[in-house]
């Protein structure tokens, strides 16, 4: 689903929110349940917290998951505006906290002690889950959160257009930007690749051949191929091809289906509006190679319910969430593809999903099975901002893409020496 605070809220407001907090001692929320309630259940009184997805109907398909549970009343706060994370994170530190939230993997939620261990809700269903999903919520052995969904981000193309300026889909990113200069017209612009390019920074790491960090949590990303790949991108910024300043950001199909850009980064939860759109007139393909040492990439994104270990009611917030996103099967395969396109962590249920066994959809678990890459638990929101930083100095402003990975490094090293020593 179209994770709309998280492509339009400002990092560097995050990152100041969560560095306060760092400096209080952490995320030290007072306890999440202050006897509201509401819903079908009786007893206990847990309230959730989910961003406002873009999709119709998810507001009312959470709700109705969330009425049907008799173990405990549940309140939804259904959050919108551009800073759920900001919201959430206030929200932590006060006796208002959640009970139960989305959000993802981040290791210092872990290491302040803000969400619960639910190693043992997950154990008898482990293996039925993608075992990337269970790696990237596990530390020492411990899983924290459920993932809810997995989305895949991929480029999507206009074939027609494709077939009119007579050029292939390209598989390296010097092709990329041979193509966007061919496909750009007077009404029309070669590639969008959001409105800060941020969207596609780690796929640039990831298709130079590099990674963020190594197993064993040090910087992985400052090597030559991303440097050289960040050239190849200032190259396409400053082509005029690109298109800038859209109406909606990248997690918002509204760029492609109404004919700005022929090729836009995006998520496979708006494939269900891009068809409606404009038919099998689409096509999907991985970010492309950076590089001899590269290789194309496909981002996994998602969201997972995390528990509040410092609420009050921390086992019913395990049973509900045990309950919902563990053992209700039907709920999971409805919120994974009857609101867009996604695929289910449970791999029984992926294999199962009607609607993801054809055409577009069934290209995308192709791509993600074969490209993708998972959230990395030690990647923090602070190292983040500092990639964020080297995207808008290298590409935007034309600074030195090297000096300004070296800075990073420093800045992303720094960090990790603060979580593992």
């Known amino acids: 689903m179209s994770a709309l605070s998280n492509s339009n809220w400002d990092r560097r407001n995050v990152l100041r929110a969560a560095m306060g907090l760092a400096a209080a001692g ?45 173990g405990a009343n549940v309140t939804t706060q259904w959050i919108t505006g551009s800073n759920f994370e900001q919201k959430l994170f206030a929200a932590l530190l006060t006796k208002n906290a959640p009970d139960v939230f989305e959000f993802h993997p981040q290791i210092q939620l872990i290491k302040s002690g803000q969400v619960a261990d639910l190693t043992d809700i997950i154990a008898p269903v482990k293996d039925d889950f993608n075992q990337a999903d269970i790696t990237s919520h596990t530390v020492d052995g411990k899983i924290y959160g459920v993932r809810m969904i997995d989305d895949p981000q991929f480029f999507f193309y206009r074939p027609s257009l494709f ?56 910087p992985a990303f400052n090597t030559d191929g991303v440097a050289e790949g960040l050239k190849q991108l200032r190259t396409l910024f400053t082509s005029g091809n690109l298109l800038l300043g ?15 850009t022929a090729i836009q980064w995006c998520g496979m939860w708006a494939m269900p509006a891009m068809i409606e759109a404009l038919g099998d007139d689409i096509g999907i393909f991985p970010f492309p190679k950076v590089g ?50 996604h695929i289910p962590p449970r791999t029984s249920l992926a294999q199962s ?20 890459h998972f959230d990395n638990i030690g990647w923090t929101q602070a190292m983040i901002a500092s990639v964020n930083d080297v995207m808008a100095n290298s590409v935007r402003k034309d600074d030195d893409p090297k000096a300004q990975l070296d800075a990073c490094e420093k800045k992303v090293d720094t960090e990790l020496k603060k979580l593992f020593g």
């Open 246 to 260: 859209a109406p909606t950001d990248w997690w918002d199909p509204s760029a492609f289906t109404q004919g700005l």
């Open 292 to 341: 001899s040492a590269g290789k194309q990439s496909v981002t996994n994104g998602g969201w997972s319910m995390f528990v509040n270990a410092k609420g009050k009611n921390v086992e019913a917030a395990k049973e509900y969430v045990k309950w919902l996103w563990i053992d209700q099967k039907q709920y999971q395969e409805d919120w994974a593809t009857s609101y867009g396109f």
């Open 26 to 70: 952490g995320l030290t929320a007072c306890g999440g349940n202050t006897g509201r309630s509401s819903g079908g259940g009786s007893g206990d009184s847990l309230v959730q917290y989910f961003h406002a997805y873009g999709e119709a109907g998810t507001e009312q398909a959470i709700k109705k998951y969330a009425k049907a549970y008799k």
């Open 163 to 218: 077939a009119k300026a007579k050029v292939e889909v390209p598989t390296t990113l010097e092709e990329l930007i041979e193509v966007s200069a061919k496909l750009k017209t007077s009404k029309i612009k070669g590639a969008y690749l959001g409105n800060d390019l941020t969207p596609i920074q780690n796929n640039l790491i990831w298709s130079a051949g590099a990674d963020t960090l190594t197993a064993d949590n040090k």
């Open 353 to 372: 999903a009607t609607k993801l066994k054809t055409g577009l959809p069934a290209e995308g678990v192709k791509l993600f099975n074969e490209f993708g």
